[in-house]
């Protein structure tokens, strides 16, 4: 048995379950595991240090992998922002035919990928900006909760609330993201009107998972309770692990500091070391509160087996157990 939705139509997998972008994590290994099992993987475009990196990343993974995979593309302010329209073109070039986008508006980057054929997956953290994306053409939603890791707007909307707020406007495939770990997620995801689930958290924590054994067996002991919010009063929120450093952000910038009084602490250039060397107070790092709900490490392919029949078992026992028919209730 397989769960079809429109989501599972559209962009021609055989799970609704994704593994979106991640920087530093998003690598031909774990995508390739995750395209195996029936899922859809997305390399990281930025996670590679030059558009010439990207190329060669891609044509690793399909190496690994004959089955579908796109690539994140993330669009965020920056002071030194990277050369888009050249990770673009490789993209194309590469006939890759999946595109996440996140961050910006995903305008400028449409017509170039919809003229070659390429399906485009917008990530949104509220219901009025994946309206407009459904209006810009995209064609899907990823709606992204308040339990997300990474960037979950400033709304604070968890995904009980905005998965079936989207759910009435988006008539695209959308998927859901944000708190989401196992088959009860899923289950959860599609009666909320969602067409499947994005994870990040926990294809982190899985064997081709390429950063250090230190972080996975964290999460895997950390709780719900173990993330914090920086950037708050900013405006700019990102949920990452707590630890050393993220608290001290928080302490600082809580107390009326100003991003130049932190950025040194959330350097990037400090949060990959947290995934290569497994030093976990090494610098800032993104994960999950559905970190509370991953207690093992397992392969991707075993992860999405489980999580897809484990929703099969509650749609087809547990839910229709519950079901009485009409000529049940009148002998009762």
């Not at 905005?162 to 008539?171: D, G, H, N, Q």
Request: charged letters at 20%; hydrophobic letters at 45%; glycine letters at 10%.
């Amino acid at each position: 048995m397989t769960i079809n939705t429109k989501f599972t139509e559209t962009f021609g997998v055989e799970h609704p379950v994704v593994q979106g972008g991640m920087q530093w994590v998003g690598r031909a290994e774990l995508v390739a595991a995750v395209a195996n099992a029936g899922a859809l993987g997305f390399i990281t475009a930025l996670t590679q240090p030059t558009p010439a990196d990207l190329a060669n990343e891609i044509a690793k993974c399909r190496d690994l992998t004959d089955k579908p995979f796109g690539v994140n593309l993330t669009i965020l302010p920056t002071i030194n922002p990277p050369p888009y329209d050249e990770y673009r073109q490789v993209i194309v070039d590469a006939g890759i035919k999946i595109v996440e986008t996140a961050g910006s508006n995903p305008a400028p980057h449409l017509p170039m990928f919809h003229d070659n054929g390429i399906k485009v997956l917008h990530k949104c953290t509220s219901v009025r900006h994946a309206v407009k994306a459904q209006s810009l053409g995209v064609d899907g939603i990823s709606i992204d909760g308040f339990e997300c890791a990474g960037h979950p707007g400033e709304d604070d909307i968890p995904g009980l609330v905005l998965i079936p707020a989207a759910a009435t406007k988006i008539e695209i495939p959308m998927i859901a993201s944000g708190g989401f770990a196992d088959g009860r997620g899923l289950v959860a995801a599609l009666a909320l009107g969602a067409d499947g689930i994005n994870m990040g958290s926990r294809f982190m924590c899985t064997v081709e998972s390429a950063i250090h054994q230190n972080v996975k067996e964290a999460i895997v002991a950390g709780s719900e309770l173990d993330t914090e919010m920086i950037f708050r009063p900013l405006r700019n929120t990102a949920r990452v692990a707590s630890n050393a450093v993220s608290r001290e952000v928080v302490e600082i910038l809580n107390r009326g500091g100003q991003f130049e009084d932190v950025k040194d602490l959330v350097a990037g250039s400090r949060g990959v070391k947290v995934y290569e060397v497994g030093d976990l107070d090494a610098g800032i790092w993104s994960v999950g509160t559905a970190m509370g709900l991953i207690n093992d490490i397992p392969t991707c392919a075993d992860l999405v087996a489980r999580i897809v029949a484990d929703a099969e078992e509650i749609i087809t026992g547990r839910l229709s157990g519950m079901l009485e028919s009409e000529q049940e209730e009148n002998v009762a």
